[in-house]
Each structure stands twice: as C-alpha cells, then as structure tokens.
C-alpha cells in the first residue's frame, strides 16, 4: 500500500487514525499501541504477506539481542561476552540485508569476471528491509553502549514499523521516537496537529504526483533513448532525474511527517532545500539528513575511533569510506558503487579546500555543486555503467547538438560546427509542457522556501488562506492520483 493510493488516503489512514484516538480516549493505552503496531504490519503486509514474517522475525530477533546486551553484565562468569553478543547481533542483520540485496549482484560479477555461468537466484527485494535493519544497528549499538533505556517489546515493535516511516524513512533513533509514544499528552487528538499534518501530506503528495512523476516520464524517456538522445535532450534527462529523485524523496517525507504528525508523532526532518547547497559538505547536510546523521554517528564516528591517533589524514579516510559504505547501501550495483565512490572524493576535496582556507563565490560554489550532484545523478540513476556514459557523452554533444528553428537565422554559423536546427528538437523525450514544468521545478528548488518552513508549527495557523491552499491541493492531487503516471517512489527500491 502506497501514500499516493486510494486505499490508503481514503480507508487505511482514515480508520487507523479514528481508532487508534478513540481507544486512547477510552484510556485503553496498550489496546491503541498494539492496534497501531497490527495497523502498521498490515500496510507492510498489503505489499507481499510472505514478507510479514521477515520482519516480525527481524524485530524478535533484535529486541532479544537488545534486552541481552542491557542486561548482561560484566561478571567473569558469562559464557558469552556482551561484546560477542553485540558482534553476532550487528552480523546477523548484515547478512540478512546482504541476502536479499547482494546476492545477485555478487553472481553476475562473479559470472563476468571468472567467465562462469553460476545461476541467479532472482531474489525480490522486500520493501524497506534497508530502512529497518540499519534501524535496528543503530538500536544495538546504542544497547552495547548502554544508551537504551526501553525494554517494553511493543514499544519496541512500534517504534520499528510506524507506517508512516516503514518503507522509506525518515532513518529514526529509538531515544527520539519510544517517549513519543508514551506521551499521555501524544495519546489527545490534535486539531492542530491533524490540520498541519494534513496540509504537509498533500504538499508531499503534490510533489510526487504532479512533479516528480511528471518529469520521471522525460528521465525514463531519456535513459531509454541514451544512445541517440541530443546533446539538450541529454541535460533534460539529467536534470529530469535530478528533479525527480529530490521530489520523490522529499515528497514521501513530507507525507511521512505529515502523518505522523496526525498522530502526535514528530518524525525527523530529511531534507532542506539540497539543491541551494553551495559546496558538497553543505549538500550532505540537508539532503537525506537522517542518513548522513547515521554514517556520522556509527560509521564515520566508529572508524575514526579505530586509529590510536586521529589525524586530518586519517579524519579524511573515514570521511572517504563512509560515502563508499553509503554507495553500497543505496544499491547493489557497481552504478551505486561509483555514486558512493566520487561523492567521498568530492567531500575529502571540499574538506581539503576548507582547511586551507580558499575561498569561492557563493554562486560558482552552487553552480558547481548542483552539477557534480547532476552528474553523479545520471550514474546513479543509470541502470549500468555503459548507460551512464552515453548519456554523459551527449550531454557532451556526442550525439550532435539541435536547436530551435527559429534561431536558425541569427546563429546559422553554428552549422559548420555539427549544430542543426529543428522544430522538434526534443522528439526522443517527447512533450514540451513537461520540459516547461521541470524548468519550473527547478526554479522552486533553487529559490522558493522548501515545505519545513511553510509547515512550521510555530508559525503555522488553521485560517481561511491555508485551507484554500489545502483545498486546491487536494482538488490538485486527486486529478493527478487518478492517472497512469502515478508510481510507486524511487527509495522503495533501494
């Protein structure tokens, strides 16, 4: 079950929300909690029941490992170590995460670099295990270190499948989330709240139906053509991918912490206007934040602490192999691979630049920053390495350069170059109306206030203007949720 579903916006979110403050109000706390938890596995379960049981077992699993490591002490007469109950813990989930997403990738490597012809196991990835294993980490370093207090097994459940945050993020920490659920004060329902939450979802869902699909069609259309597309044509398609990544994500996100909020739940924020950034360290600040908080705290905080002495050498290596760990975990292909690779490069070079203290303007400091995540993006988006290429080549002009017809006159000169002129320049991505609304896109991305700030609770009041923008956003997405475009989002598939 999708956010951008009928099911889900008219019967699922509805029901749950009735009964879950109306078993709350009759003070039945643990009915409401344990309805939300059966609430939560059964829009996990609507996508493929066999997987139910994956992350029920998931879950059993880590609680046991958690409540081992909080309470084992350090007696000399264990039989077995915290440490080593911490190492089988953390083990288990990456070989579990590993099964299901690498395998294959490491059959057909294998195959391709042996010349073998091993059998791939045509494993499904089930939805949102990257999200809920790498979770549940973070939940077993934090026991290991005795940072977690919790021991009630449904909270526990709760905290790990709250719908709203199940499939795609936002990446959650148990010390932020388990009092969320306690809160007798959380348990009330919110009119405030409910509005706000309201009005934060349909702006997510805008994103995602109106942009993000919208200009999806014109990146498909391009990496489908990579071998012919035109030198424009090629930047539409990247940038058509660029566009669509962040309002996809973004746009689940804003539904996530819109319904959480319908529930009195604060979820992390996850992104901040990314495309203003003006370096690749402000990038990896505000795009994807709950993830780059996760590498800081158990990947590059952990490796760091590996060395006796910790050097800028040493600070930079760490910095280096957590964007590599990150460009695996996205996905299991060498695409990814490089996407991690080159974005640890960039940020050991923009911490290198920042040491010595070299300045830059803020505008070329943006300009190459929203190109280099452009560039990286059409790897990243490509479904191999050769894909990628051919369209960074045309972007090049590889495949030759078209312009408008009507400028064929003032820049006829051009034509000696390989330029030609064309009244269907765009005829292998198709449709100019898409191309106008992802230059739009665009434009909101880089200049107009980002949706964390239209929603602040502080400022935010339930008045006549915002329930007519809350209408035409509903009349807007309900136009939209009925067509063909509608998909599932991009992160499901990570």
């Known amino acids: 079950m999708f956010f951008n579903s009928f099911q889900f916006i008219f019967i699922f979110l509805p029901v749950s929300l009735v009964i879950y403050f109306f078993l709350n109000r009759l003070r039945l706390g643990t009915a409401a909690s344990s309805w939300l938890l059966c609430a939560s596995l059964f829009f996990y379960g609507w996508w493929n029941i066999s997987y139910l049981p994956l992350i029920l077992c998931s879950i059993l699993f880590n609680f046991t490992i958690g409540h081992l490591l909080t309470e084992t002490g350090v007696s000399p007469k264990q039989i077995i170590s915290r440490k080593s109950i911490f190492i089988f813990g953390v083990l288990a989930n990456v070989l579990l995460l590993g099964y299901f997403k690498y395998t294959d990738f490491f059959i057909t490597s294998t195959n391709k670099l042996f010349t073998t012809n091993l059998p791939l196991l045509q494993i499904v990835l089930p939805l949102g295990i990257s999200f809920f294993t790498i979770t549940q980490i973070a939940f077993l370093v934090d026991a290991y270190e005795g940072l977690v207090e919790e021991k009630r097994f449904l909270n526990y459940a709760l905290f790990v499948t709250f719908f709203p945050h199940l499939l795609a993020g936002p990446i959650l920490h148990h010390k932020d989330m388990m009092p969320q659920f306690q809160s007798v004060r959380n348990k009330i329902l919110n009119y405030k709240n409910l509005s706000l939450g309201l009005y934060l979802f349909q702006i997510g869902l805008f994103k995602k139906l109106v942009i993000a699909d919208t200009v999806g069609q014109l990146a498909n259309a391009g990496f489908t053509n990579a071998a012919s597309i035109t030198c424009l044509e090629a930047w539409i398609t990247s940038l058509s991918y660029t566009l669509q990544i962040y309002y996809d994500f973004s746009g689940y996100t804003d539904m996530a912490i819109g319904v959480g909020w319908m529930f009195n739940i604060n979820l992390p924020i996850n992104f901040n206007s990314p495309y203003k950034a003006t370096s690749i360290i402000d990038f990896w600040q505000r795009w994807h934040m709950t993830l780059t908080n996760f590498i800081t705290t ?197």
């Open 298 to 494: 158990y990947v590059y905080s952990p490796t760091l602490r590996s060395f006796s002495k910790i050097t800028f050498p040493v600070a930079m290596w760490a910095v280096f192999v957590s964007m590599f760990i990150s460009g695996v975990w996205h996905g299991a292909g060498w695409t990814y691979i490089i996407w991690g690779t080159l974005h640890g490069a960039a940020l050991v070079l923009n911490h290198v630049w920042k040491k010595r203290r070299l300045r830059m303007g803020s505008f070329l400091g943006w300009f190459l920053t929203f190109n280099f995540v452009n560039l990286t993006f059409v790897i990243f988006r490509a479904k191999n390495l050769d894909e990628g290429l051919k369209v960074m080549k045309a972007m090049i002009g590889a495949n030759g350069i078209i312009l408008p017809k009507f400028l064929e006159k003032l820049f006829l000169t051009l034509s000696s170059f390989g330029v030609s002129f064309s009244d269907n320049m765009f005829a292998k991505i198709n449709g100019h109306g898409d191309i106008i609304l992802m230059f739009a896109a665009l434009l909101m991305a880089v200049f107009v206030r980002n949706s964390n700030d239209f929603t602040d609770k502080k400022l935010f009041q339930p008045n006549l203007i915002n329930l007519s923008v809350i209408v035409a956003l509903i009349l807007t997405n309900l136009l939209y949720l009925n067509s063909i475009r509608s998909q599932e989002f991009l992160y499901f598939g990570f």
